[in-house]
C-alpha cells in the first residue's frame, strides 16, 4: 500500500512520501503529515532479535512507501555507520531507577544526528526519484545542535548546499565553534541578530515567498528543509522508540506487552511527536511526558488549552529548548483537530496573527496520551548534581530537564510503570553548565579546561567532535540582522 502525505493546512492534495521530503514545507505553510500512521508488520519478538539498521528498516519501510528496498537499505548502512561511537548506536543505559536512552553517539553528540546523518541519503534519493535537475539548497534555522548536525550531514553531498542561520549568543560556546569550523565547500553559517524564533520564522518566510521561489529555479536552485518540519526528519526518530522498547524486552526489563511512559526534553516538539507516532504504530507506550525548561509555553499548554507565545524568552543552559513557537505541535494539532486542516489552518492563522490560540474540549480530550512538566534552571542544575553524586552518571542539561520532570512525574503518580528518558545530548556539548551543577568551584574555568575534568569524573572518553574543534579553524564570521536574512541568502546564492 502506498502512504501519501497531505498538508496540515489543506485537504485537497496529497504527496509521496519523498516529494513530502523534496519539499520539506507545503506550499500553503503547512507541514505535511501522513494519512495515518503505519502500524508494525513485524512482531515485537521479531524485533527483539534486530540490529538498529534492521529496526529502521521495519519502521521506515512503512512509513517511505514509494523509496524501493535498495534505496532505503542503502540510506540506512550509509548513516548508522561508524560515524556512531558505538555499534548499537542508540544505547540504553540503567540511571538509579531510570532508563535514558543515549541518542547522542553520533558526529555531533546530539540527538539530531540520529536523524540529520540519514536526511542527506533520503534527499538526493528523493531528487533522483523525481528527476530534479536543480541544485538543492537547504535552509536551516537552529537552535544550536540541529546546525552543526545538518551542516556535517550535507558538507560536500553533491547537488546540495547549506546555510544555517543561529542566533547570536543564543547557543553554547561548543555549538557555536562546532557550526563556525565546519568544513566544506558547500556549507554556510550565519548567525542572526534575534533569537531561535526569528530565525525560524525568517526560514519559514523565505520558504513561503514565491517570487523568491521563481528567482531561485531560473538560476537551477530550490529550497529544502533539515529542520523537524520535514517528514524525513521525523519518521528516523520513530525508529529509537521502537528499537528502545525492543531492547527493555529483551533485556527482561519488561515483559511483553507492558506499558512505559516516555519523557522527552522538548523544544521544536519533533522527538515526543516521533514517540507518539512510534506508540501509534503499536509500541506499548503510557504516558508521553513532555518537559520544558522555564520557557514552559507548552507546560502551559497541556495544563489549560491555551498556547501562547507572549512571554518573555529566556535564555536557559539548555538552549536547544529554548523556544517558544514549537513548529511540530503543528502536527499534533491537526491530529486532535480530527485530521480538519481548516480548523488546524484557523488556530495556525491566529497564532500567527496574535501569538496565542486556545483548542476545544473536545480537542484537549485527545490529548490524554501526554502529560506536561517544567524544570527550572535550578532544579535542572540539581538533578545533575544529585544524579552524579548518586550513580556516578552525568547528563547534560536538556536531559536534565527531562530527567527533572520524570522524577516529579513518577513521585506523583506511583503507577508501577518502568520511565524511559530520551538523554539528548553529551555532557562535553553542555560542559560549563554541566561541571558548574556538578561544582560551582568550575563556573570561571574555560570550557576546554573541562574537558579532560570531565571524562575523569565520569569516567567516558573524550568524544572525537570535542577533540575536532578544539584546534580547528574558524571558518564562517557573517552575520545579519534577522529581517535581512532574504537579503543574505540572494547573496551567498549569488542570485
Ligand atoms: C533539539 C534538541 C532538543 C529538542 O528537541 P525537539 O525535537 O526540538 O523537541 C532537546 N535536546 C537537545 C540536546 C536538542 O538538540
Known amino acids: 500500500m502506498n502512504l501519501l502525505y497531505k498538508s496540515t493546512r489543506s485537504a485537497d492534495k496529497t504527496v509521496t512520501a ?16 501522513p494519512e495515518y500512521i503505519p ?11 534486530m540490529s538498529y ?3 529502521a528498516y521495519a519502521v521506515m519501510k512503512q512509513f517511505l512507501t514509494d523509496f524501493t528496498e535498495e534505496e532505503l537499505k542503502h540510506c540506512i548502512s550509509s548513516a548508522y555507520d561508524s560515524k556512531f561511537d558505538t555499534e548499537v548506536i542508540a544505547p540504553l543505559v540503567k540511571v538509579g531507577d531510570t532508563y535514558h536512552l543515549e541518542l547522542f553517539h553520533g558526529a555531533t553528540i546530539a540527538f539530531k544526528d540520529m536523524a540529520l546523518s540519514i536526511l542527506p541519503h533520503l534527499l538526493t534519493t528523493a531528487a533522483r526519484k523525481n528527476h530534479v535537475t536543480n541544485e538543492i539548497v537547504i535552509l536551516t534555522a537552529t537552535s544550536g545542535d540541529t546546525g552543526k548536525a545538518a551542516l556535517a550531514g550535507f558538507a560536500d553531498v553533491p547537488g546540495t548546499k547549506i546555510i544555517v542561520f543561529y542566533p547570536k549568543g543564543g547557543v553554547s560556546r561548543v555549538q557555536e565553534l562546532q557550526m563556525v569550523t565546519q568544513k566544506g565547500d558547500n556549507t554556510s553559517v550565519v548567525a542572526i541578530h534575534g533569537n531561535f524564533d526569528n530565525a525560524q520564522s525568517g526560514v ?4 513561503e515567498d514565491k517570487e523568491l521561489e521563481k528567482e531561485l529555479a531560473d538560476a ?3 529550497f529544502s528543509s533539515a529542520n523537524s518540519i520535514n517528514i524525513g526528519r521525523l519518521v528516523p526518530q520513530v525508529v529509537y522508540y521502537v528499537y528502545a522498547y525492543a531492547k527493555l524486552l529483551e533485556n527482561g526489563e519488561i515483559s511483553s506487552g507492558e506499558e512505559i511512559n516516555i519523557t522527552v526534553p522538548t523544544g521544536n516538539f519533533g522527538n515526543i511527536l516521533a514517540a507518539y507516532y512510534a506508540k501509534q504504530m503499536g509500541v506499548p507506550v503510557g504516558k508521553l511526558i513532555c518537559a520544558s525548561n522555564e520557557n514552559k509555553v507548552l507546560f502551559d499548554f ?5 498556547y501562547d507565545k507572549n512571554r518573555e524568552f529566556i535564555l536557559t543552559s539548555s538552549p536547544s529548548m529554548d523556544i517558544l513557537i514549537s513548529s511540530n505541535l503543528e502536527r499534533l494539532i491537526y491530529t486532535i483537530a480530527g485530521q480538519d486542516s481548516e480548523k488546524n489552518s484557523r488556530l495556525m492563522t491566529r497564532l500567527k496573527e496574535t501569538g496565542a490560540y486556545e483548542i476545544t474540549p473536545e480537542m484537549r480530550e485527545r490529548l490524554a496520551d501526554f502529560a506536561g512538566g517544567f524544570a527550572t534552571e535550578k532544579e535542572t542544575a540539581e538533578t545533575i548534581r544529585t544524579t552524579y553524586e548518586r550513580t556516578g552518571y552525568v547528563m547534560d542539561t536538556h536531559t536534565a530537564v527531562a530527567a527533572s520532570v520524570c522524577a516529579r512525574y513518577r513521585a506523583d503518580h506511583s503507577d508501577g510503570r518502568k520511565y524511559l528518558v530520551a538523554s539528548t545530548a553529551s555532557p562535553y556539548k553542555f560542559i560549563h553548565s554541566v561541571m558548574t551543577a556538578i561544582d560551582n568551584k568550575y563556573a570561571d574555568t574555560d ?3 573541562l574537558v579532560d575534568e570531565l571524562s575523569r569524573i565520569s569516567n567516558t572518553e573524550i568524544p572525537k567532535a570535542i577533540e575536532e574543534i578544539r584546534n580547528a579553524d574558524i571558518r564562517h564570521r557573517k552575520e545579519c540582522d534577522a529581517d535581512q536574512m532574504k537579503e543574505t541568502v540572494k547573496e551567498i546564492l549569488g542570485v
Open 18 to 33: 519523498s516529494e513530502a521530503i523534496l519539499k520539506g514545507l507545503a506550499d500553503d505553510g503547512g507541514l505535511f503529515v
Open 39 to 49: 502500524k508494525l508488520d513485524v512482531t515485537m519478538d521479531e524485533l527483539k532479535a
Open 53 to 55: 539498521q534492521e529496526t
Open 204 to 207: 519559514k518566510a523565505i520558504f
Open 220 to 222: 537551477g536552485y530550490q
Open 302 to 306: 497541556f495544563q489549560t488549552g491555551v
Open 447 to 449: 570550557e576546554f579546561e
